[in-house]
């Protein structure tokens, strides 16, 4: 009879010993957790040359959701300012004009924060 050959697999196969100082060691964690690796993960594709995609940041995403619902609450109130007209009748024009410019004004100042956050705060991997 034929012995069957057992398949090589990682826990099974050879295993790379680096030393590293306490704060490569620090440096190589973090990065792997930036981009949702495992350390042995990490190391792997690095030395392999693959390039390394971080996993979004939990904390980005909360952070612009955030902002996304001000978005939508602002805008749904200048919906209502602009529609319902014959509701607002008794108020200043000027003072109107003066509140949906600040309306939009914020609206603007939401939308650069959202590019801010999208474009600044990626993981730097």
């Known amino acids: 009879m034929e012995k069957k050959k057992a398949k090589t697999?990682?826990?099974?196969?050879?295993?790379?010993?680096?030393?590293?100082?306490?704060?490569?060691?620090?440096?190589?964690?973090?990065?792997?957790?930036?981009?949702?690796?495992?350390?042995?993960?990490y190391l792997r594709n690095v030395g392999m040359g693959y390039r390394i995609q971080g996993v979004i940041d939990a904390e980005l995403v909360r952070e612009l959701a955030k902002i996304n619902g001000d978005q939508g609450r602002l805008g749904g109130l200048l919906k209502l300012w602009l529609t319902n007209s014959e509701k607002l009748g008794n108020q200043d024009p000027d003072q109107l004009r003066r509140l949906i410019h600040g309306v939009l004004d914020r609206i603007i100042t939401m939308q650069s924060?959202?590019?801010?956050?999208?474009t600044e705060s990626r993981p730097k991997i």
């Open 9 to 41: 697999t990682r826990k099974s196969g050879r295993h790379l010993r680096v030393p590293v100082l306490p704060d490569e060691e620090e440096a190589i964690k973090e990065k792997a957790r930036q981009a949702g690796l495992s350390v042995a993960a």
């Open 113 to 118: 924060a959202l590019l801010r956050l999208a």
